[in-house]
C-alpha cells in the first residue's frame, strides 16, 4: 500500500517561508506527477503546484513567482518551497501522487496546516 505523508507545515508571518516535504512509500516514485493542492476552510480544494515525471511543472496563477514545486526521484520525495506569503495562502496543503500511466491511481496524503497571519 503507497502511504503518502506530508510535513512541513506552520505559522509564519505575511512575508515570510515556508518548505513542505512530501515522501512516498514506494519502490516506483519515477511513474508519478506529483501534486500540491490546498483547501481554505468553506472553499473547495484547488491546485497549487504540479511536477510530471519528467518534471515539467505547471503552478496556479496566484502562486506563480513564490512557490517552488521540485522533486527528489533518489528520496521519493517532493518539496513545495513557498516564499512572500500571504494571509490567502493560509489552508490544509495536500500532496497528491498520480500513476502517470494509469491517472485513476492515485493516492492522497492527511494534509499539513499552513497558517500565515497578517
Known amino acids: 500500500q503507497v502511504q503518502v505523508v506530508e510535513s512541513g507545515g506552520g505559522l509564519v508571518q505575511a512575508g515570510g517561508s515556508l518548505r513542505l516535504s512530501c515522501k512516498v512509500s514506494t519502490n516506483i516514485f519515477s511513474i508519478f506527477n506529483m501534486g500540491w493542492y490546498r483547501q481554505a476552510p468553506g472553499k473547495q480544494r484547488e491546485m497549487v503546484a504540479l511536477i510530471l515525471r519528467g518534471g515539467g511543472t505547471d503552478y496556479t496563477d496566484s502562486v506563480k513567482g513564490r512557490f517552488t514545486i521540485s522533486r527528489d526521484n533518489a528520496q521519493n520525495t517532493v518539496h513545495l518551497q513557498m516564499a512572500s506569503l500571504k494571509p490567502e495562502d493560509t489552508a490544509v496543503y495536500y500532496c497528491?501522487?498520480?500513476?502517470?500511466?494509469?491517472?485513476?491511481?492515485?493516492?492522497w496524503g492527511q494534509g499539513t496546516q499552513v497558517t500565515v497571519s497578517s
Open positions: 497528491n501522487a498520480q500513476n502517470a500511466f494509469n491517472p485513476r491511481t492515485e493516492y
